[in-house]
């Protein structure tokens, strides 16, 4: 059962660069999610979706971009990484978004950028 | 004043304890209450769900007051495998539609020993 997959799992990046974090789901869920997690903080919102070809920002988007091509896939980049988006990125998926819904969590991207 | 609000802990309890803890959120009109679970350098698990006044499951009991905007979680018989950071968490409600997005308490450190 792989559930929410989140790839990679660890990187260093320089101020300035450039990656793409990839989260993929093999639940059928309609809604996917990403979150940062910093020290003394809850997660924070980033962004979401709620069905294939759809974003939407969240709590914290700034620096960030995101895209859903593919219902099983949540992409979310950073264009010009700063230190200030060193953290832990969590991806998570719903079936729906109504007050019932659970999310489900990957296991993390720690993030660190120098 | 924070959305979801948790007394960070630690909360440092011998094995058998019964050890409580406390929540309040600030919307209310929030309308679905969790307790996630999240060990060291993992991702947040679902613990519990509480949609009406409480819940219990074995050794744990949630209880919501939508009076005071407060939510519990409950211990009962603290095993050693309790040890691990229990995060409160709040389906918001704007305008009727939430679109599943959650506010997190920053969470609170939980250690069992021996």
């Known amino acids: 059962n792989a559930g929410v997959t989140q790839t990679p799992k660890f990187r260093v990046l320089k101020t300035g660069q450039s990656m793409t974090l990839l989260c993929a789901q093999d639940m059928n869920h309609e809604y996917m999610y990403w979150y940062r997690q910093d020290p003394g903080m809850g997660l924070r919102l980033i962004h979401y979706s709620v069905g294939e070809g759809t974003t939407a920002k969240g709590e914290v988007p700034d620096g960030y971009n995101v895209s859903r091509l593919k219902k099983q896939n949540f992409l979310l980049g950073l264009e010009s990484a700063a230190p200030s988006q060193t953290s832990v990125y969590f991806c998570a998926s719903s079936y729906s978004g109504g007050p019932k819904n659970i999310q489900y969590f990957g296991a993390g991207t720690r993030l660190s950028v120098l | ?114």
């Open chain 2, 1 to 114: 004043r924070k959305e979801v609000e948790q007394d960070p802990g630690p909360f440092n309890v011998p094995e058998g304890a019964t050890v409580a803890f406390n929540c309040t959120y600030s919307n209310s009109a929030s309308q679905s209450f969790f307790w996630y679970r999240q060990d060291c350098r993992k991702e947040p698990k679902l613990l519990m769900s509480v949609y009406s006044s409480g819940n219990e499951d074995g050794r744990f009991t949630a209880q919501l007051n939508r009076a005071s905007q407060y939510i519990s979680l409950l211990i009962r018989d603290s095993k050693l495998s309790d040890s691990a950071t229990y995060l409160c968490v709040v389906n918001r409600a704007v305008g009727g539609t939430s679109y599943g997005k959650l506010t997190f308490g920053q969470g609170t450190i939980l250690t069992v020993h021996p």
